[in-house]
């Protein structure tokens, strides 16, 4: 007999789509997180091997996911809000991932030696793990957040991080990758290629935030300026990478801008619910689909071999965290952007990991040495990250007084 013929794109989309909704049902009656209930689905329908999904690469990340997913979450950011803790989200942004970056390795290389560990990392591979797993997902950190009731303030703070986050994140893998593997660089030309990174990237955003902002205030179409907002996001995401820049940076410029200027300017009231409905519809699915391929792409026979080194990769990454979030709630204490001290637990817990991580981490090159370990690790922080910290999230803020009820 001949061999059956492989799923169509098309029915394995609508089959990916089909197990969400089911998974949403069903997270809503088991009152666990959405996000977290996908990735278990994932996890399981993968080990099943009964759904040829696609694998989760940088290309598809990148081209679907991300500009999507930042786009939306920016759009619904407020100017005033993100003003307000200016101080705090920048230094959480920039020396703040550079720091937990470094810590990171260095609390990696110094167990691993240690403990003896003879499949521990060196200072290379550590350097190049801290890089991409200060990637803080805002596919990950807005989905849950934004379903537990936490007050407004912490919420945008965490979602403002992660977006930010993820662009800076991604510059210093990008930097560290090249001087870990033999690009002769400079401490001064790391710094000026950071700022041409992100500079690129902003003024890509804004250019194309901004022109798209004054087209909408010349039509009064909701469905053109739906389509309008999508070129916001998608167009200004492959304009700043084509272009050397952060395509990160570049959407969430974009998104801010269509989403306080362009509504206030160029949207009448109708207009903007439907452009936000459309973009929580596009969110949801995108998360849906991104979470349960979280799932599929992870081999668990392979987090079971390496369960020591990705144990000690994960207190890494939280000690690092909470230094970092400690240091910058001590650094804004006696000004008007102080952060209450209740909060420093919830912003350490809700830095989560997701898909971003994951797809850096696969990204490697084919002769980085020790890629597939750097790549399992990877893999099992992430899980830790989404199915431990996301289960526990609500319980911690509910303890904390911060939320009144648990997720439904």
């Known amino acids: 007999m001949p061999p059956a013929a492989a799923p169509h794109t098309e029915n394995i989309v609508f089959l990916l ?74 230094a959480l942004a920039i020396p703040g991932v550079g720091v937990a970056l470094a810590l990171t390795a260095a609390v990696l290389v110094a167990a691993s030696q240690g403990l003896g560990l003879s499949d521990g ?72 290629k950071f700022a041409l990174v992100v500079g690129i990237g902003a003024t890509v955003g804004g250019a194309l935030g901004y022109g798209l902002c004054q087209l909408t205030r010349r039509i009064d179409e909701p469905m053109v300026e739906i389509t309008l907002t999508a070129m916001a996001a998608y167009g200004s995401f492959a304009l700043a990478e084509q272009l050397g820049g952060s395509g990160v940076i570049a959407t969430v410029v974009a998104g801010l801008l269509c989403g306080n200027y362009g509504a206030q300017i160029a949207m009448s009231a109708a207009t903007r619910a439907v452009v936000e409905s459309f973009w929580e519809y596009v969110a949801f699915l995108l998360n849906s689909i991104v979470f349960l391929l979280i799932g599929f792409e992870v081999q668990l026979s392979a987090l079971a071999a390496a ?15 909470v230094i970092v979030v400690g240091g910058v709630t001590l650094a804004v204490s006696r000004t008007v952007q102080r952060i209450p001290r209740s909060w420093i637990m919830p912003l350490t817990w809700g830095g989560l990991r997701g898909a971003l991580s994951m797809v850096l981490a696969i990204s490697l090159p084919a002769d980085f040495p020790r890629r597939e370990l750097v790549v399992t690790t990877t893999f099992g922080v992430v899980i830790v990250s989404i199915i431990v910290q996301g289960v526990t999230m609500s319980p911690l803020l509910r303890r904390l007084g911060l939320v009144r009820a648990a997720v439904g």
């Open 17 to 90: 789509v089909a197990i969400a909704t089911g998974v949403a049902l069903l997270s809503r009656w088991a009152r666990i997180p959405y996000t977290v209930a996908l990735v278990v689905a994932g996890l399981a329908l993968g080990a099943l091997q009964v759904v040829a999904a696609p694998h989760l690469t940088k290309e598809l990340v990148f081209a679907v996911f991300l500009p999507g997913l930042l786009f939306e979450a920016a759009f619904h950011l407020r100017f005033a809000d993100v003003r307000r803790d200016g101080v705090a989200l920048v």
């Open 121 to 192: 990392f060196d200072w290379r591979q550590a350097l190049v793990f801290g890089s991409l797993i200060a990637a803080m997902d805002p596919i990950a950190v807005v989905a849950l957040f934004r379903s537990l009731g936490a007050p407004s303030r912490l919420t945008t703070l965490v979602e403002a991080e992660s977006l930010l986050n993820d662009g800076t994140a991604i510059v210093f893998f990008g930097l560290v990758l090249a001087a870990t593997t033999g690009a002769a660089v400079s401490a001064p030309a790391l710094a000026v």
């Open 307 to 321: 369960w020591p080194l990705i144990a000690l990769a994960v207190v890494a990454v939280l000690l690092a965290r």
